[in-house]
């Protein structure tokens, strides 16, 4: 079993800059992909960015590239999001997840772990 507990998050102004973190219980983290979603009021779940277990290669949402970078500590057992030139529409729920496949997967029905989530609102 792999818990997940988030913190990070909070307001910001647009433009600003915020960074998530995952930190993962069992000593399998390193051997799973993980993954950031975000889940805005009315909308489905849509993943963020995607890290390989060894964290060389990763994967993100078009609307984030060039902005958020996502990264792993396996000997902390701890994943980031850092997020950078924040924008109103980033606002959501931001979910870390550990998938138990040993691809990067892309949608949230492959993870088998979850995060509580946490709120980031980023006011204009």
């Known amino acids: 079993q792999v818990q997940l507990v988030q913190s990070g998050g909070g307001l910001v102004q647009a433009g600003g800059s915020l960074r998530l973190s995952c930190a993962a219980s069992?000593?399998?983290?390193?051997?799973?992909?993980m993954g950031w979603f975000r889940q805005a009021p009315g909308k489905g779940r849509e993943i963020v960015a995607a890290?390989?277990?060894?964290?060389?290669?990763?994967y993100y949402q078009d609307s984030v590239k060039g902005r958020f970078t996502i990264s792993r500590d396996n000997a902390e057992n701890t994943v980031y999001l850092q997020m950078n030139s924040l924008k109103p529409e980033d606002t959501a729920v931001y979910y870390c997840?550990?998938?138990?496949?040993?691809?990067?997967?892309?949608?949230?029905?492959?993870?088998?772990?979850w995060g509580q989530g946490t709120q980031v609102t980023v006011s204009s």
């Open positions: 069992g000593r399998t983290f390193s051997s799973f992909p």
């Open positions: 890290i390989s277990w060894s964290g060389g290669s990763t």
């Open positions: 997840a550990a998938s138990r496949r040993g691809e990067i997967p892309t949608t949230s029905g492959r993870y088998d772990y």
